[in-house]
């Protein structure tokens, strides 16, 4: 489960830029998954609403192009303040300790969590985030383009950079950057096309509807 998995490696040692005072357990918990809760809303209201409204209003150029400088913009100022906060709230360290340890144990969690009833509405919220968190796992340990691809099609550039990043907090560089401006391309074409096929989908549907 992803909050299961947040819980158990939750606690882990701070960067370099991050305070050395001590965090508390519910409070990196806290922390990490309603950064999670608050970017799903954030990506759900800008990406499945508002990128495909303005393509089916004004087109894929106008729309899709507008849309497209817009979400750079928005990627490129979040992984500068991300930096400069020098604080992993989105858990990458967390994905790196599992990384290293091996993530099995966490269908293992899934798998017991079945058994408890009292444990079943934590289940049915966290099920989506459990499946693309172990997605996302599974594609960063087999390797970087293949994270690259995966971040992209289910998040964005920004937390596609800054996971590629493996945690660090010691200023952007230029393979930082590449990665960045990458991802800005592959990901915003994706969008572009998925919303225009996606609204072409439902203008056929809805003309043949119409017509029967």
């Known amino acids: 489960m992803f909050f299961v998995t947040l819980a158990k490696t939750v606690q882990r040692p ?49 729309g899709g192009g507008t849309m497209a400088i817009l979400a750079s913009l928005q990627c490129v100022l979040w992984l500068l303040w991300y930096e400069w906060m020098g604080k992993d709230w989105l858990g990458v360290n967390v994905v790196e300790d599992i990384k290293k340890d091996g993530g099995g144990w966490v269908e293992k969690l899934d798998a017991k969590l079945k058994k408890s009833i009292l444990l079943f509405p934590l289940r049915i919220v966290s099920y989506p985030f459990s499946k693309t968190f172990l997605l996302v796992l599974w594609a960063i340990k087999k390797s970087d383009l293949l994270a690259f691809v995966t971040l992209n099609i289910v998040q964005d ?41 996606f609204i072409e989908i439902i203008k056929f549907g809805w003309h043949h509807l119409i017509k029967s």
């Open 14 to 62: 701070l960067s370099r830029k991050e305070t050395p005072m001590k965090t508390s357990f519910w409070a990196r918990f806290t922390q990490i998954v309603g950064a999670w809760g608050f970017w799903t809303i954030y990506g759900y209201a800008y990406d499945d609403l508002l990128y495909p409204l303005a393509i089916f209003k004004w087109g894929a150029v106008v």
């Open 157 to 197: 550039p920004f937390i596609t950079t800054v996971f590629l990043r493996h945690g660090r907090f010691n200023g952007l560089r230029k393979k930082d950057w590449f990665v960045f401006c990458a991802s800005l391309v592959f990901s915003n074409g994706y969008w572009i096309a998925r919303n225009v096929v």
